[in-house]
């Protein structure tokens, strides 16, 4: 097939807007020009190097062969459908760029030899997960866009499928226009909000002011637009079918024959209950009361977290189902006793800003991840750690269930690319404290968990409103977060004072949870859309607070890069001067405090001490771990 026909064929499968949609640069233009054999150079003009005319257009070789894609003037249609076809290699360009940032990895669980009962509960989780993955992509606004795939065009397919949607989400392509599934180029927007509407900051904090603000805002509706007025509707009203289709599921896996799961049986009921009428509380209270020692399973199904709304206050539908680690009961062992102490360091820390309160959160369950569907399968990486419910009784008697999942980045691959990545910014001397085993993450997550229950937090009040009423959704995101993090290495001193902690698995700790900041700064401090992203965000305030503690050095070593060196005796005090700050800003709801601290890292004066650029420089050639999920029943 001749390439004027290829083109005519490609281009009659393209939408229209493909002219209107992003422009080729002058460069991109030349060299998909050249690689596709159109023979046609778009001229250097200096005094406007972005706009095509027909005028800046020459032929390349033959002469005669300019009047196929200029004539009197004006461009042909041969031109339009040149143009279109340059236009769709870009894009799938960009396609394949954003799925080599992943490396793909897949968590593969066997129970075609469990008893029948449990393949039958297995079954029916992963039926809701796919359930699901749909009802997810709805939400962020990605499922309308699914019949504008090209057929055949498996890269966007994938893609579409890794992002649950059509946009960008690796840190190199998140904001190349180019970067999408579909040719059409849609704007990112979320099923949550109308799509008149910005879904920027600027939406948030207007809607955050109006007198409605609360309910527009409440985390389990969208909001509508109709004859010109907004209001908040139901999860259950907006997706009514979808959610439906899950309880059925839910309560299938309830009636499995012969599973011997009281704790489980009970919650998957309140939950498929929460799924038709929108009520979760029966639900966290079923799941507050299932746990390690009651059950085998661990199952969250429901809408949680906020990270993917554009205003970081609606919840995301996910599940994630995993098999008990019974290495966790020790730990918990250890720990609680400690809880009551760990809340009142805070009040003594901050000089009373903060009031301690009694708490009785569960310690960490260890957890072997089967399934993460919806809001739990980001398109790159996986969480690892995670303390539910953010809302109601449950979260504001602090009970929240907390886990930790001890299967993910422990393949062979992972570890490796996780030690290369310590050595592009740590120097020699560092390397020598990074763990060789999955302990010392397992720590750090366990207390960053922990302390997601510890001082003020996403329900606690500050003169009758609560945290993301009184910051916004994107600052509290960023701080609860950050004092997560921070409590991470707070603690560790507790527990070595305890003699929980050797002197070995200390260091071990502290350049494990270093090394983790480096990589989220690697990811950028925003999505595409201009929303905060928190780990990085943190992971900027951390790493700028500890250079500007003189913790941590940016120094040439005898190979002459330069990498940071840690002081670790002086990490200590530095770590509990930042944790002061951040759990009185956020007890004291002092907005500015938190905008200046959280600001002059992440886009101020400070955030050049973090290295940014080196960091991402560094750290981008290596992708990320792109996680899958098969269980065999």
């Not at 180019?178 to 979320?190: E, G, L, Q, T, Y």
Request: aromatic residues 8%; neutral net charge; contains cysteine.
């Amino acid at each position: 097939m001749n390439k004027a026909l290829s083109l005519l064929l490609l281009a009659a499968l393209l939408p229209a807007t493909a002219l209107g949609a992003p422009v080729l640069p002058r460069s991109d233009f030349n060299r998909l020009a050249a690689r596709s054999g159109i023979p046609v150079f778009w001229m250097p003009v200096a005094y406007d190097t972005a706009t095509l005319r027909p005028e800046d257009l020459a032929a390349v070789g033959d002469g005669e062969a300019l009047a196929r894609f200029v004539f009197d003037g004006k461009f042909t249609a041969e031109f339009d459908h040149a143009y279109k076809f340059l236009v769709e290699e870009r894009r799938r360009e960009a396609v394949r760029r954003e799925l080599d940032q992943g490396r793909p990895n897949l968590i593969l669980s066997d129970f075609r030899k469990a008893p029948a009962a449990e393949r039958e509960l297995v079954k029916r989780i992963a039926a809701a997960g796919r359930i699901i993955d749909d009802l997810y992509a709805t939400q962020k606004g990605g499922k309308r866009w699914r019949s504008a795939l090209i057929p055949g065009d498996s890269a966007s397919l994938a893609l579409f499928e890794r992002n649950h949607g059509p946009w960008c989400e690796a840190p190199a392509t998140q904001s190349d226009p180019f970067c999408s599934a579909v040719p059409s180029f849609p704007a990112r927007k979320s099923d949550a909000y109308p799509e008149k509407l910005s879904q920027d900051g600027a939406m948030c904090d207007e809607l955050k002011a109006r007198r409605d603000g609360k309910k527009l805002l409440d985390p389990f509706t969208v909001v509508r637009e109709t004859d010109g007025k907004l209001s908040a509707v139901s999860l259950t009203e907006a997706y009514g079918p979808q959610m439906k289709l899950v309880a059925e599921e839910l309560r299938a896996a309830a009636d499995s024959q012969d599973l011997d799961e009281g704790a489980l049986k009970a919650y998957l009921l309140a939950a498929a209950r929460g799924f038709e009428t929108g009520d979760w509380a029966e639900a966290d209270e079923a799941w507050s009361r299932m746990g390690s020692r009651n059950s085998k399973w661990y199952l969250r199904v429901g809408p949680d977290e906020v990270e993917f709304d554009p205003c970081q206050e609606k919840a995301g539908f996910h599940i994630s189902f995993a098999r008990i680690d019974a290495g966790s009961l020790s730990w918990q062992d250890k720990l609680t006793p400690l809880r009551q102490e760990m809340e009142d360091s805070l009040s003594a820390l901050t000089g009373g800003v903060y009031k301690a309160r009694p708490v009785a959160f569960a310690l960490p369950d260890f957890i072997e991840i089967v399934i993460n569907s919806g809001d739990s399968k980001p398109s790159l990486g996986a969480t690892v750690g995670q303390s539910l419910p953010n809302w109601g009784k449950v979260a504001e008697e602090n009970r929240r269930r907390t886990v930790v999942m001890t299967n993910l980045f422990e393949d062979p691959d992972s570890k490796k690319t996780a030690r290369l990545k310590a050595a592009e910014m740590f120097d020699a001397e560092v390397l020598k404290t990074y763990p060789s085993d999955k302990e010392a993450g397992l720590v750090g997550t366990i207390l960053h968990e922990a302390t997601h229950n510890l001082g003020p937090h996403s329900d606690s009040k500050i003169k009758g409103k609560t945290a993301a009423e009184v910051f916004g959704g994107r600052l509290e995101g960023v701080l609860e977060e950050l004092k997560a993090q921070t409590g991470a290495l707070y603690y560790v001193e507790l527990l070595h004072k305890k003699g929980l902690l050797s002197d070995n698995l200390v260091r071990e700790i502290y350049t494990h949870e270093l090394v983790w900041c480096m990589g989220h700064i690697s990811n950028g401090m925003t999505t595409d859309g201009g929303a905060p992203k928190p780990y990085s965000q943190l992971s900027a305030v951390q790493i700028g607070s500890f250079v500007k503690a003189g913790v941590l050095q940016w120094k040439a070593g005898p190979d002459g890069v330069e990498r940071f060196g840690v002081d670790f005796a002086k990490l200590p005090a530095a770590v509990e001067a930042l944790m002061k700050e951040v759990v009185r800003v956020k007890a004291s709801g002092d907005v500015a405090g938190a905008k200046a601290l959280v600001d002059g890292f992440v886009s101020g004066d400070g955030s050049a001490l973090m290295r940014m650029d080196k960091v991402q420089e560094r750290l981008r050639k290596y992708p990320k771990e792109s996680y899958s999920y098969t269980a065999l029943y």
